[in-house]
């Protein structure tokens, strides 16, 4: 299919003053984020309509693209709109055989280095390194000279994929179909169940079922019409979500959280505000919202003290700094997105008595209700199920004589 693209359309804003062309690959988009729930947002939440704004989150830098479109209907179309286009680019990369055949063409392309549609011999051993055949350089030049039927000292993409499909063959999964097979070839329906049920200990699988399964992951149409699984196509059935190690039910919180807090392991996160080394990287607030849209429970705040406000920094590094205000907003609103379970602010705390208090008004100020206060029995902490919803602070308290 044809790259997807972000229409390219001019665009006028404060955040890039110019008029400028933007494209992004539609591939590229991690998540469209609604309303203003970015840094660049954050600065400029009164100059536009909330119900028109909306954020591209592309990129393996998770870079932010801001947008505001002239109407909310206008906004809204977007959004639907990229939220197709990206659930449709999902569905086409994860069908089966489609995402693993890119792959391999473009290795074969990346190995083709004169554009000529064919692999020589020192083409193909740089090929064969890349897909990690196993294999000594021996061996591969003898598998190359058998493939190469016209004695040209070239493979074409063709000759090339029957090569790769007969050394990337699992013996284990040939021995598997073998084992339930009558013709040693493929699986009918009928096999396939019986595999479902003998192997994988399924229940209540029916023929109709068997059939869908053929039909999704056999790559051959021939087979296909015919009712029949072959070894490609029952190699990417076992590779398939279907045949996933994780319990479906187990997707979603099934433990007991009513125990102490303690007794749980937590999804943390270190050095929260950067976006890269520990030593000269950027501090993003945009970090935040990333940790905790993934699911994050407890995120990281060195604090230090800024000329007028705290900042949070790696501390006597060259990282760039972000206000803890600033943090703690979005912290704010991001929270409880992905679980309700509660967010720990772990507080790295190097910050004097005054800018204490600073942050102290801030978290009271920003977090509201969502802020815990409650004073828990020493001996017992609070339960994950009780405190849904709450926001808790992990520190060092101040020493009796500076409070």
């Not at 932010?64 to 999902?90: H, P, Q, R, Y």
């Not at 055989?97 to 740089?126: C, I, M, N, Y």
């Not at 030593?279 to 905790?292: F, P, Q, T």
């Amino acid at each position: 299919p044809k790259k997807r693209k972000v229409a390219e359309k001019k665009t006028r804003s404060r955040f890039l003053g110019d008029c400028v062309i933007i494209s992004v690959a539609v591939r590229t988009i991690k998540e469209v984020r609604i309303g203003q729930c970015t840094e660049s947002f954050a600065k400029h939440r009164d100059s536009f309509d909330e119900s028109r704004s909306f954020s591209l989150i592309h990129g393996a830098d998770f870079v932010c693209l801001d947008l505001v479109a002239g109407s909310a209907e206008a906004a809204n179309i977007w959004i639907t709109g990229l939220k197709c286009l990206m659930d449709k680019n999902f569905r086409e990369k994860s069908a089966t055989g489609r995402s693993h055949d890119h792959w391999v063409k473009k290795h074969f392309q990346e190995a083709d280095r004169d554009r000529s549609g064919v692999v020589d011999e020192s083409e193909f051993l740089f090929l064969a390194n890349k897909l990690n055949f196993g294999l000594s350089p021996t061996k591969l030049k003898a598998k190359f000279k058998e493939h190469d039927v016209e004695s040209s000292g070239k493979l074409s993409y063709d000759e090339f994929i029957q090569l790769y499909q007969e050394l990337s063959l699992r013996p284990e999964i040939y021995h598997i179909l073998m084992k339930y097979s009558k013709s040693w070839e493929f699986l009918t329906a009928e096999e396939v169940r019986k595999f479902l049920v003998v192997d994988q200990g399924a229940c209540n699988v029916s023929l109709e079922d068997c059939q869908k399964l053929i039909e999704t992951y056999e790559p051959a149409h021939e087979r296909k019409e015919s009712g029949e699984m072959s070894v490609d196509g029952f190699t990417q059935f076992l590779l398939s979500k279907e045949c996933g190690i994780l319990n479906p039910n187990h997707r979603k919180v099934f433990q007991d959280m009513n125990g102490p807090l303690s007794h749980y392991f937590i999804a943390s996160s270190h050095n929260t505000y950067l976006t890269d080394d520990q030593l000269k990287s950027d501090s993003s607030v945009e970090m935040y919202v990333r940790a905790l849209r993934m699911g994050c429970r407890c995120v990281e705040l060195d604090c230090w003290d800024g000329e007028d406000e705290p900042e949070i920094y790696h501390g006597y590094t060259l990282t760039s700094r972000i206000l803890f205000k600033d943090v703690i907003s979005v912290v704010e609103t991001n929270a409880f997105t992905a679980s309700d379970y509660p967010v720990i602010l772990s507080l790295e705390n190097h910050c004097s008595v005054p800018m204490q208090q600073k942050m102290a008004q801030y978290l009271k100020d920003i977090l509201g209700d969502k802020l815990y206060y409650a004073m828990p029995d020493p001996t017992v902490l609070p339960s994950p199920a009780s405190l849904k919803g709450k926001i808790l602070i992990k520190g060092k308290k101040l020493k009796p004589e500076a409070e």
